[in-house]
């Protein structure tokens, strides 16, 4: 019984270990609420996140993910292959092309 409960504590420890969740903040280029609606669906359909939210007032998405699953840069490259800067990560031309122009970033905000 006393090396059931030592195992069943062991593997516990390590599942938690091993399923780490962390939060980050990542500053984007988004600029509308369609930004926000596309921004954060992107994100939160990644394996590995849990939950993203996009802050239209400091343009900062809050994202929860597993860092067993995904890691910072998967993320930030989620956003850019979306069409947004994420940080220091560029969005692809290819992606911000297909983005409506309001959410381009070649177009000044009224």
């Known amino acids: 019984m006393k090396q059931f409960l030592i195992i069943m504590i062991f ?10 969740t962390k939060q980050v903040e990542i500053q984007t280029s988004a600029k509308c609420g369609d930004c926000k609606g596309r921004i954060e669906n992107a994100l939160n359909y990644a394996k590995g996140v849990k939950f993203a939210e996009l802050d239209m007032t400091t343009k900062k998405v809050t994202v929860k993910f597993k860092s067993s699953k995904i890691t910072l840069d998967e993320i930030k490259e989620v956003l850019a292959n979306t069409g947004y800067d994420a940080d220091e990560v560029k ?4 992606a911000v092309e297909k983005l409506p122009s309001c959410c381009r970033p070649d177009v000044k905000e009224h």
């Open 11 to 20: 593997g516990l420890l390590t599942s938690l270990a091993i399923g780490q």
């Open 91 to 94: 969005a692809k031309p290819e």
